[in-house]
């Protein structure tokens, strides 16, 4: 099975919130047979993961460490080109709205125009397709351009790759990119969580970038504390960042990146 498809069904049933509901399911099971003290054993486990997740900042502690890895350096004198990852696009929605829905990571493509404009002989490089599991979505690039021209960014700047489905394919096909126009040092923008395992696998496959962090969701000053007032919020930032670890530590041992915590 390809790497891509395999990770998308061993996040479904590795992500927290499914771990914490599989706990307890194995707890009514065990208690149907019989097996009192594993299934109070199970149950408590249970509980206590869906209280980390729902009513504590764990989440945001997990996040708070990548976004750290790499702060924002000062703006540099010269550009030559601007690398945006995708994943800020509901490309579903926006199939069936139609329009620019951004949701938290679009702030990567708020910053690239703003880079586009303080920047305006550097290329730009757009890559994100379809990282949907069915394969049934937009292309993110596809949305991308239409959002580009309307804010009227010269199209001869901009190169897109629309068949990117995850982190691994974006650096493969800039990698073409970038040796067929004969660039290098770029400004890499994507998430905060997002920037290690980026720079890392984009190092590793020969390619050297500034990261250019866009989308923090955390303060950076973050502890562990209760914290009831959003469950929803706190659950999206401990999925989000149990699933960048799952992913460096996979790409690790499958050789797409030669450390675990970039510098």
């Known amino acids: 099975m390809p ?5 998308k069904i061993f996040w479904i049933i590795s992500q927290p919130v499914a771990i914490s509901f599989l706990l307890m399911a194995a707890s009514v099971v065990l208690m149907l047979f019989s097996f009192r003290r594993l299934a109070i054993a199970a149950g408590l486990v249970s509980l206590t993961l869906f209280f980390l997740i729902f009513y504590t900042t764990a989440g945001a502690l997990v996040v708070q460490e990548l976004e750290d890895r790499f702060p924002r350096p000062a703006a540099p004198a010269d550009v030559a080109c601007v690398i945006v990852l ?38 730009i490089i757009m890559s994100g397709g379809d990282g949907s599991l069915e394969g049934i979505a937009m292309k993110e690039a596809d949305v991308i351009r239409r959002m580009f021209n309307d804010f009227h960014i010269d199209p001869a700047r901009i190169e897109y790759d629309a068949e990117s489905r995850d982190t691994y394919e974006n650096a493969i096909n800039v990698r073409l990119i970038l040796q067929r126009l004969n660039l290098s040092h770029c400004l890499l923008v994507t998430s905060g969580f997002h920037m290690p395992r980026a ?18 969701r955390t303060t950076g000053k973050e502890r562990l504390r209760l914290s009831v007032a959003l469950p929803l919020i706190n659950a999206g930032l401990l999925s989000t960042g149990v699933r960048e ?10 050789g797409r990146v030669s450390t675990l915590y970039p510098q």
Request: proline fraction near 4%.
């Open 86 to 123: 995708g994943g800020g696009i509901p490309t579903l929605v926006d199939g069936a709205r139609g329009g620019y829905d951004l949701d938290d990571g679009g702030d990567r493509y708020i910053e690239t125009v703003r880079l586009a404009g303080l920047y305006p002989d550097a290329k």
């Open 245 to 254: 670890w799952i992913g460096i530590v996979a790409y690790y041992f499958a």
């Open 199 to 216: 720079v890392a696998i984009f190092r590793n496959l020969g390619m050297e970038v500034t990261p250019w962090v866009s989308d923090y």
């Open 3 to 7: 790497m891509f498809f395999f990770a």
